[in-house]
């Protein structure tokens, strides 16, 4: 049975740095791509980042430079740091699990099978 367990959310001040880790249970990680969500209150949830096992990373445009992801493959575990918080980082952010393809779409929330339950970051200004 596969788990994506996260944590790691709170408050942080707009212009902090928060991280994020999500522990991967019941898959082999080097066959996975783990990503990150997030949703805030009334939008649709949307990508920020995945990594795949080999280090190969994607970023949605906007969180360019602000977010990093990376990736333990030893523990399973994936990271999710944000950099200069604002307060529109405030959502409910998701890890997610998919079978790693070549020339997938790691960008689609529909491409992901497994999902953990989300955490809640909230941005004070």
């Known amino acids: 049975q596969v788990q994506l367990v996260e944590s790691g959310g709170g408050m942080v001040q707009a212009g902090g740095s928060l991280s994020l880790a999500c522990a991967a249970s019941?898959?082999?990680?080097?066959?996975?791509?783990m990503g990150w969500f997030r949703q805030a209150p009334g939008k649709e949830r949307e990508f920020v980042s995945a990594?795949?096992?080999?280090?190969?990373?994607y970023y949605a445009d906007s969180m360019k430079g602000r977010f990093t992801i990376s990736r333990d493959n030893a523990l399973n575990t994936v990271y999710l740091v944000i950099n200069s918080a604002k307060p529109e980082d405030m959502a409910v952010y998701f890890c997610?699990?998919?079978?790693?393809?070549?020339?997938?779409?790691?960008?689609?929330?529909?491409?992901?099978?497994?999902w953990g339950q989300g955490i809640q970051v909230t941005v004070s200004s």
């Open positions: 997610a699990a998919t079978t790693y393809r070549f020339g997938g779409n790691y960008y689609a929330s529909s491409q992901y099978t497994y």
């Open positions: 990594a795949t096992f080999g280090g190969s990373t």
């Open positions: 019941g898959l082999t990680a080097m066959s996975y791509v």
